[in-house]
């Protein structure tokens, strides 16, 4: 049983370890390139100003840590917000949806006065806000050390599995030794026997 739980716990790990690296070669590639880095269709960005302040629910502060579902084009309405590519300094955006056009979208952040110049079209659209997390302005903390924390997770991810891995192969020997031991004792218990009934 517990050989069978050894085993788990290290396809898990190996099973993480895979996930993170696929994870730091994705964000990596998705930053060079500047799109979002998605996960079964979700993604995180980070607010970088005020602009989207505001009384509405769904309003944002800086540093916020937002989740981006890659939702439909198509599926979009007025009231959603949404990130998209700048098209002036390919910076990402996000800010709510307040019209519609034959050419595409029209949006303005919550804080500002006016709408932004650019018509979101779907080449510029990167996904839909879904949620948020505030605590501590965690969303600046993790633009911040982002590829430290991963490769620190990755890093011990690693040992875990290399550890797992070493500690079966261990455990593999020691029962064959067991059972070499268990075997020449019976072995050498059916020796003297057989000497005995010779005497």
């Known amino acids: 049983m517990k050989k069978i739980i050894n085993i788990c716990v290290t396809a898990i790990s190996i099973l993480i370890f895979?996930?993170?690296?696929?994870?730091?070669?994705?964000?990596?590639?998705?930053?060079?390139?500047?799109?979002?880095?998605?996960?079964?269709g979700y993604s995180y960005a980070v607010?970088?100003?005020?602009?989207?302040?505001?009384?509405?629910?769904?309003?944002?502060?800086?540093?916020?840590?937002?989740?981006?579902?890659?939702?439909?084009?198509?599926?979009?309405?007025?009231?959603?917000?949404?990130?998209?590519?700048?098209?002036?300094?390919?910076?990402?955006?996000?800010?709510?949806?307040?019209?519609?056009?034959?050419?595409g979208f029209i949006t303005k952040g919550d804080n500002n006065n006016d709408a932004d110049s650019q018509i979101v079209t779907k080449d510029a659209y990167q996904g839909k806000y879904t949620g948020k997390f505030?605590?501590?302005?965690?969303?600046?903390?993790?633009?911040?050390?982002?590829?430290?924390l991963i490769g620190g997770v990755s890093v011990v991810l690693f040992i875990a599995v290399i550890y797992q891995i070493f500690k079966i192969i261990w455990d593999y020997k020691k029962a064959k030794l067991l059972s070499n031991l268990e075997d020449k004792n019976s072995n050498d218990g059916e020796q003297d026997n057989e000497g005995k009934r010779s005497n």
């Open 47 to 103: 607010v970088p100003t005020e602009s989207m302040e505001g009384d509405n629910p769904d309003s944002l502060d800086a540093g916020d840590a937002v989740i981006i579902f890659n939702t439909p084009y198509e599926d979009l309405k007025i009231g959603d917000v949404i990130v998209y590519i700048s098209n002036e300094d390919g910076k990402m955006i996000i800010h709510r949806i307040i019209d519609k056009t034959e050419e």
């Open 18 to 40: 895979i996930i993170s690296i696929y994870i730091i070669i994705g964000s990596t590639l998705a930053i060079r390139n500047n799109e979002l880095f998605r996960l079964f």
């Open 134 to 148: 505030q605590f501590f302005k965690i969303g600046l903390w993790l633009t911040d050390f982002r590829i430290i």
